[in-house]
């Protein structure tokens, strides 16, 4: 704060310095410096910071000359004007960097080869010459990622932190007879719980562990109880807990190699088995974080009617933070689908046909409607057939909102077809069908905004 010409800690230099951290998370660079680096922050960085100057002021109050409370109220209204919509914009942020559900199944599937390689290493090579996970070994070229493919199974499978599962020691482990396993988990700032595990969870680390057993024998006493353990150092390391930081390097290393695999499509092309979203000739980068994420957002969407077991799912102390999270989803599935119907054919809808008639949305049935012949989507008006592209193209057409489903079922089939044509290089027919799967979404949202209205 000296640097930046805030000497004292007031309410109103607390004001600027706020500001300063609003406008700095927004250019995300700013000429303020610590040494030789120039500062950049999030808006996630800039709000924890003002938070924690606002704590310490708190606890400064008995014990500074000019401090008092009403100072801290000031100072906290300040914190809440300032970053107004801080949170969601956040959480919105959060939600919109989630893997599509294609890239979330890659993943799911160079686990699964990556756990499938360990056990065959360990038939063939045995545990005698085990590398050391992250170590200068000579063999490592040949190890599989053993002590990444148990974190990302309990990431996929169950929502596990990275943080939780670095704090995992031996005995968290339960093993029930009756097959009511669980695993203990604790993080930093984080409710302890215990989560319930299934039996091919267990066979995945059974299989894992060994690379961790063989580090743990060269000095138990460092290890500790610590479950997941890797070698420091290459082989004269000691051994040391399985960290965040080794496993987001192990994870830039598990992408790279999977994407320099290929397998055989149904189209019968060549394709990496783990690549970046959209793009096939990048490989993935990504966290452990980014995977919890992307397990949140289809845990929320797929459980949103139950809220309190989502909750207990990812382990929030709050069930404010799922409800929020949920909320967003929501919004954003709704902007999406806005933003997938502003092509042109939705635009011309929009200014052509306004009112309800017109814009070929009614309740009525056909058999109540003048001169109106039955088709697919509804009733066509017209006294001789127009020869649209479809019906949907057609302005004496009226859109029964009881033909949803068959609207639904055109946009569907012409995304599938567009996928199609967009995997053999046919980028521009690929953008024709896809006006089609446009003008449908601008029907289907005018259907649901009428149904609301209705409502």
């Not at 070229?141 to 169950?158: D, E, K, N």
């Not at 097959?179 to 319930?196: D, F, Y």
């Not at 039955?374 to 033909?403: H, M, Y």
Request: net charge positive; glycine share 6%; proline share 4%.
């Amino acid at each position: 704060m000296k640097q930046n010409g805030f000497s004292t800690l007031e309410p109103e230099n607390y004001q600027m310095f706020c500001t300063w951290l609003q406008q700095l998370a927004q250019t995300g660079r700013s000429s303020a410096r610590h040494g030789n680096r120039k500062l950049s922050f999030t808006e996630n960085q800039a709000l924890h910071t003002a938070r924690a100057i606002l704590r310490l002021f708190q606890h400064g109050i008995d014990r500074e000359p000019g401090w008092s409370l009403a100072h801290y109220r000031r100072m906290q209204k300040t914190l809440q004007r300032t970053f107004r919509g801080a949170h969601r914009r956040i959480r919105r942020r959060t939600i919109k960097k989630a893997f599509p559900i294609s890239t979330f199944e890659q993943v799911a599937d160079a686990v699964a080869r990556e756990v499938e390689e360990c056990r065959l290493h360990l038939a063939t090579v045995g545990q005698d010459q085990q590398a050391l996970p992250g170590g200068r070994s000579r063999y490592r070229q040949s190890q599989p990622f053993a002590l990444l493919a148990a974190v990302l199974t309990g990431i996929l499978r169950y929502g596990i932190r990275a943080e939780e599962a670095n704090q995992v020691n031996r005995e968290d482990v339960e093993r029930d007879p009756n097959g009511h396993h669980a695993i203990h988990l604790r993080a930093p700032n984080k409710a302890h719980r215990v989560l319930p595990v299934d039996q091919n969870f267990l066979d995945v680390l059974d299989t894992c562990l060994p690379w961790s057993e063989a580090v743990r024998h060269r000095d138990p006493q460092a290890a500790g109880d610590a479950l997941l353990v890797y070698s420091s150092r290459g082989k004269a390391g000691k051994p040391a807990r399985y960290t965040t930081k080794q496993m987001e390097r192990h994870l830039d290393q598990f992408c790279l190699k999977w994407f320099q695999r290929t397998r055989t499509t149904a189209e019968g092309t060549e394709q990496p088995i783990l690549h970046a979203v959209g793009d096939a000739e990048r490989p993935l980068k990504t966290t452990p974080r980014d995977l919890r994420r992307a397990y949140s957002v289809y845990t929320t969407a797929r459980l949103k009617n139950n809220l309190a077991a989502v909750q207990e799912i990812l382990g929030h102390k709050n069930i404010r933070t799922t409800l929020e999270q949920y909320t967003l989803l929501s919004e954003g599935e709704y902007a999406d689908g806005v933003a997938f119907a502003l092509g042109p054919e939705a635009k011309l809808l929009a200014a052509g046909l306004k009112h309800r008639v017109a814009l070929g949305i009614d309740e009525a049935s056909p058999e109540t409607i003048p001169n109106g012949r039955e088709t697919p989507v509804g009733t066509c008006q017209a006294d001789v057939c127009r020869r649209a592209a479809s019906c949907l193209d057609c302005p004496s057409a009226v859109i029964l909102t009881s033909r949803r489903p068959v609207i639904q079922q055109i946009r569907d089939e012409a995304v599938a077809r567009a996928q199609a044509q967009t995997k053999k290089s046919d980028q521009r027919g690929a953008e024709n069908i896809l006006r089609r799967a446009s003008l449908a979404q601008a029907v289907l949202n005018q259907i649901d905004h009428l149904t609301r209205t209705v409502v």
